[in-house]
């Protein structure tokens, strides 16, 4: 495992969404400066990106 990739699951599942899915949905724009967020609250944990083109909100959410 490289030095600069996190352990932590939930953060290496950030970093993969950071790599691949920053293809706005909606306007189809490429946000390559830009990640996703993430939050957790008791047994969810949220994901979050938003397009800086049109403000789509695109989410993913484990329960745990």
């Known amino acids: 495992m490289s030095a600069q990739r996190s352990r932590f ?3 290496r599942l950030r970093e993969k969404l950071d790599d691949t899915e920053l293809r706005c949905r909606q306007c189809g724009y490429v946000d390559s400066d830009g990640g996703w967020r993430v939050r957790t609250s ?23």
């Open 42 to 64: 008791g047994d969810r944990v949220s994901y979050r990106h938003v397009c800086p083109s049109c403000n789509a909100i695109e989410t993913r959410e484990l329960r745990l």
């Open 9 to 11: 699951p939930f953060d």
